[in-house]
T-cell receptor
Framework: DTAVSQTPKYLVTQMGNDKSIKCEQN?????MYWYKQDSKKFLKIMFS???????INETVPNRFSPKSPDKAHLNLHINSLELGDSAVYFC?????????????FGPGTRLTVT | AQSVSQHNHHVILSEAASLELGCNYS??????LFWYVQYPGQHLQLLLK??????LVKGIKGFEAEFIKSKFSFNLRKPSVQWSDTAEYFC????????????FGKGTKLSVKP
């Protein structure tokens, strides 16, 4: 069984469109994250939710809006897509209640904005 | 702000050569340290982690890392690399009380020639 899954795996869209990426984890973890990996492979955290509450919100344009309907899901909605949004977006989860912050990553969603 | 530095951008080795990838972090408090690997086109996988205790930690696939607190370092080593080790390697840090926010280095690309 896949621990952290994301859909879609590839997403090609035009500038100005609105799109969503979905993430689900079946590990029973209490915290989920979104990371952006740019063309130079640099990974940076965007958001984190703990038990459906936003706990980390880095400097990200407000066109990006995460939504966590329950502990096992964290979706990312992006409005008015721009060329610079092209990247690979990774979802991750961890159980931070234990104090150990080992994160498990999903397969990534490669977003291409044309 | 906390940061992670990986000194080598691209390392090229022949099979059976020994590997050491450098990682330094800037934070004086309690940290959790990780090395992740990303094989071409795949998601990040945890190689090894350090939370406390023995500063020499062993991970999967013959990798190990040594935490040297006085040097703020967590270098990754492998005595004999294989062609299948070709991948991008990321060092990452979480700081105690940070809600699990992983701070990544910029990655080191390892190319192993058969």
């Amino acid at each position: 069984d896949t621990a952290v899954s994301q859909t879609p795996k590839y997403l090609v869209t035009q500038m100005g469109n609105d799109k969503s990426i979905k993430c689900e984890q079946n590990l029973g973890h209490d915290t989920m994250y979104w990371y952006k990996q740019d063309s130079k492979k640099f990974l940076k955290i965007m958001f984190s939710y703990n038990n459906k509450e936003l706990i980390i919100n880095e400097t990200v344009p407000n066109r990006f809006s995460p939504k966590s309907p329950d502990k096992a899901h964290l979706n990312l909605h992006i409005n008015s897509l721009e060329l610079g949004d092209s990247a690979v977006y990774f979802c991750a989860s961890s159980q931070i209640g234990t104090g150990f912050y080992e994160q498990y990553f999903g397969p990534g969603t490669r977003l291409t904005v044309t | 702000a906390q940061s992670v530095s990986q000194h080598n951008h691209h390392v090229i080795l022949s099979e059976a050569a020994s590997l050491e990838l450098g990682c330094n972090y800037s934070y004086g408090g309690t940290v959790n340290l990780f090395w992740y690997v990303q094989y071409p086109g795949q998601h990040l996988q945890l190689l090894l982690k350090y939370f406390s205790g023995d500063p020499l930690v062993k991970g999967i696939k013959g990798f190990e890392a040594e935490f040297i607190k006085s040097k703020f370092s967590f270098n990754l080593r492998k005595p004999s690399v294989q062609w299948s080790d070709t991948a991008e390697y990321f060092c990452a840090v979480t700081v105690a009380g940070s809600q699990g926010n992983l701070i990544f280095g910029k990655g080191t690309k390892l190319s192993v020639k058969p």
